[in-house]
Each structure stands twice: as structure tokens, then as C-alpha cells.
């Protein structure tokens, strides 16, 4: 992989860290607000208030793909980065463009 198409992936997965931290700002906001409209209503549970569990859940999935990008963003420079874990042959430029967390070629699936 070329240093080029490593900036271009960097870029992209920095990008997409701007995305996911703005949609966890939106989340939490939607969840605390749910939370004080609610706070005077005597039936609170979640079985009565399934948008915030819906937006609890993705919240929750913000959060993990965070970890996942910032993890792959500190892994774009190193030597094993676009290397298939499986068979050790270079993953596609495409592929890794795609899904910037690929560890496997399309072959090893």
C-alpha cells in the first residue's frame, strides 16, 4: 500500500470519527431528554418507552464502532495494516477503502 492511499484511508476513517461523535452527541441528548420527560410519568418503563431503549441501543453501537475506528486509525501505519490475517496476502486498496477495518481479503472472507 502506498503512503498515498494510507493518507486517503486515514482521511476517511477521520471523517467517519466526526460522523459517529456527532451522532453520539444527537443520542445522548435524545436519551436525556427522554429521561426528563419522562421523570413525572408514573409508567417509565422501558416496555413503555421503546425509543429510548431504541436510541440506548444505537448509542451503544456509536460507542463500539468509536473504539473500532480509532483502533484501526492507529493501526493505518503499521507495517502488518492492509495485510490479510488469514493468508498474508495485501487486502485490496478498494476493500480496505470500503471497510477501513478489514482484516481479511475477499478470497479469506
Keep these: ?8 484511508i486515514r482521511n476517511q476513517i477521520t471523517r467517519q470519527i466526526v460522523v459517529v461523535n456527532k451522532s453520539i452527541e444527537t443520542l445522548s441528548e435524545l436519551i436525556s431528554g427522554e429521561v426528563q420527560s419522562d421523570a413525572n410519568d408514573w409508567f417509565t418503563s422501558k416496555e413503555a418507552n421503546p425509543s429510548k431503549e431504541i436510541n440506548e441501543m444505537a448509542l451503544a453501537k456509536a460507542k463500539q464502532k468509536l473504539v473500532v475506528l480509532k483502533n484501526v486509525l492507529t493501526r493505518v501505519d503499521s507495517p502488518g495494516y492492509g495485510i490479510c490475517i488469514n493468508c498474508g496476502r495485501p487486502i485490496p486498496f478498494e476493500r480496505l477503502k470500503a471497510l477501513p477495518a478489514a482484516t481479511r481479503c475477499m478470497s479469506c472472507g
Aim: hydrophobic share 25%; net charge negative; glycine share 0%.
Design 1 to 8: 500500500m502506498t503512503d498515498e492511499e494510507r493518507e486517503i
